[in-house]
């Protein structure tokens, strides 16, 4: 099956730095990525989607300077938290679209200290 | 909008039980519906999905979701459950290309 890999899968960052985490569509293309977030004990909640060529769209509140993505090449995307505060720790997941079906990674752990 | 609602937000049940979780959806059209699992820090796993015809689909892992139409519901179940099925269930409804998940049941399996 489609596999998706991400890197890394943890990471701990100072408060002011910034993070790239990279999502990568091993065995097949991808024109769409989608990122989430998730929060402990909670669903996931859809960031943004990460067109190839294009600029992504984000889902409303948030922020697109905050969180810059990256969709250089049908099998990666990258998402850039920038200036990260300790409210950014989370554990963020993308998937790959290979429509109608979406393939995810194995997420990355952010915390911000 | 297109959603789906997992009513039961955690489940236990004893190993070599039964076990059905719940999911019902509010979708304009015959939709896809998927349903995923994830272990504890990790990503999600796609169990089974259901795009068209035969309304009883067969997953992974002995898993199995009938799509009911007249009830709006997409039930997953599995005969008897292993100490290996605890984990976070999500279903899943795509609008387009996205996929709306529900809030998720966290199954916890006992001896």
């Known amino acids: 099956g489609a596999v998706v890999s991400q890197h890394p899968s943890r990471v701990i960052c100072k408060s002011g730095t910034s993070v790239k985490i990279e999502c990568r569509s091993l065995d097949f293309q991808a024109t769409t990525m989608f990122w989430y977030r998730q929060f402990p004990k909670q669903s996931l909640m859809l960031m943004a989607t990460?067109?190839?060529?294009?600029?992504?769209?984000?889902e409303q509140g948030v922020e697109k300077d905050k969180f810059l993505i990256n969709h250089a090449s049908l099998t990666l995307s990258t998402l850039t938290v920038t200036s990260a505060h300790p409210e950014d720790s989370s554990f963020y997941i993308c998937?790959?679209?290979?429509?109608?079906?979406?393939?995810f990674g194995p997420g990355t752990r952010l915390t911000v200290t | 909008a297109q959603s789906v609602t997992q009513p039961d937000i955690h489940i236990t049940v004893s190993e070599g039980a039964s076990l059905e979780l719940r999911c019902n959806y509010s979708y304009g059209a015959t939709p896809y519906l998927f349903w995923y699992v994830q272990s504890p820090g990790q990503g999600l796993q796609l169990l089974l999905k259901y795009f068209s015809g035969d309304t009883l689909v067969q997953g992974i892992k002995g898993f199995e979701a009938e799509f009911k139409r007249s009830q709006s519901s997409f039930n997953l179940r599995k005969p008897s459950v292993h100490w290996s099925d605890a984990a976070e269930y999500f279903c899943a409804v795509p609008p387009g290309e996205k996929l709306t998940f529900g809030t998720g049941t966290r199954l916890t399996i006992i001896p």
């Open positions: 998937s790959a679209s290979s429509s109608p079906e979406q393939y």
């Open positions: 990460s067109n190839e060529g294009s600029k992504a769209t984000y």
